[in-house]
């Protein structure tokens, strides 16, 4: 038994690294460009981001081309950061509506054009959470480090079976109107072939009885 609840401990701990990953991603983006990053987050989720050019001489100033807009909104247009003629920067907020959260990346019109270089690294949910210093604060264990994870994975994993059940209940109802919707429109399809059928018919017939052919 005991050997049983150890594996089942481990496995949701490789569950928790692996949910602490997150978006880290590297990229290239030319002068005049736009990239855009996209992150589907639910409400009430803590989010957050750091990103960077990477300096193409180290250990000398950024040169002026080498310069960022960069803006994180919701799908409905709604601005969490704005970061204006940056290098560099981070951002954190609490989600207050589910869907797709972009981050975009403008880069300076420059002749000639160059290339930049940017380290970006997206985070949400328990990922979202920066353990080294709970661990630092509360002076616990490792062993306590790592059930508090677990807590937050089953609480995030609860959390978000509840939002794909609305959403399977949302594409259910759609569903529903979906086939209404066909069903009254093949319907209204056949009651009109019906009448430009028997419209034709009619024609037909009054045809045929004025030339005496019935």
């Given at each position: 038994?005991?050997?049983?609840?150890?594996?089942?401990?481990?496995?949701?701990?490789?569950?928790?690294?692996?949910?602490?990953?997150?978006?880290?991603?590297?990229?290239e983006?030319?002068?005049g460009?736009?990239?855009?990053?996209?992150?589907?987050?639910?409400?009430?989720?803590?989010?957050v981001?750091?990103?960077?050019?990477?300096?193409p001489?180290?250990?000398?100033?950024?040169?002026?081309s080498h310069?960022?807009?960069?803006?994180?909104?919701?799908?409905?247009?709604?601005?969490?950061?704005?970061?204006?003629?940056?290098?560099?920067?981070?951002?954190?907020?609490?989600?207050?509506?589910s869907?797709?959260?972009?981050t975009?990346?403008?880069?300076?019109?420059?002749?000639p054009?160059?290339?930049?270089?940017i380290?970006?690294?997206?985070?949400?949910?328990v990922?979202?959470?920066?353990?080294s210093?709970?661990?630092?604060?509360?002076?616990?264990e490792?062993?306590e480090i790592?059930?508090?994870?677990?807590?937050?994975?089953?609480?995030?994993?609860?959390?978000?079976?509840f939002?794909?059940?609305?959403?399977?209940?949302?594409?259910?109802?759609?569903?529903k109107?979906?086939?209404?919707?066909?069903?009254?429109?093949?319907?209204?399809?056949?009651?009109?072939?019906l009448?430009?059928?028997?419209?034709?018919?009619?024609h037909?017939?009054?045809?045929?009885e004025?030339?005496?052919?019935?």
């Open positions: 038994m005991c050997g049983l609840n150890l594996g089942f401990i481990v496995i949701m701990i490789g569950l928790v690294v692996e949910t602490e990953i997150g978006e880290s991603m590297r990229f983006l030319e002068s460009k736009t990239k855009c990053i996209a992150e589907d987050i639910k409400a009430n989720a803590m989010t981001g750091k990103y960077s050019i990477v300096n001489s180290e250990g000398q100033p950024f040169p002026d310069k960022l807009v960069v803006r994180v909104s919701s799908s409905k247009g709604n601005n969490y950061h704005l970061g204006d003629q940056v290098d560099s920067g981070t951002f954190g907020f609490l989600a207050t509506e869907g797709d959260y972009t975009c990346f403008w880069a300076n019109k420059h002749k054009p160059v290339k930049m270089t380290d970006f690294e997206w985070k949400s949910g990922a979202a959470k920066d353990w210093k709970i661990a630092k604060k509360g002076q616990v490792a062993m790592e059930l508090k994870k677990l807590y937050d994975t089953v609480a995030s994993i609860h959390e978000e079976m939002y794909l059940r609305e959403r399977e209940e949302e594409m259910q109802e759609l569903n109107e979906t086939n209404s919707k066909m069903a009254t429109f093949s319907f209204f399809s056949l009651l009109l072939c009448s430009v059928a028997g419209l034709q018919i009619w037909l017939k009054s045809f045929f004025r030339k005496k052919l019935l």
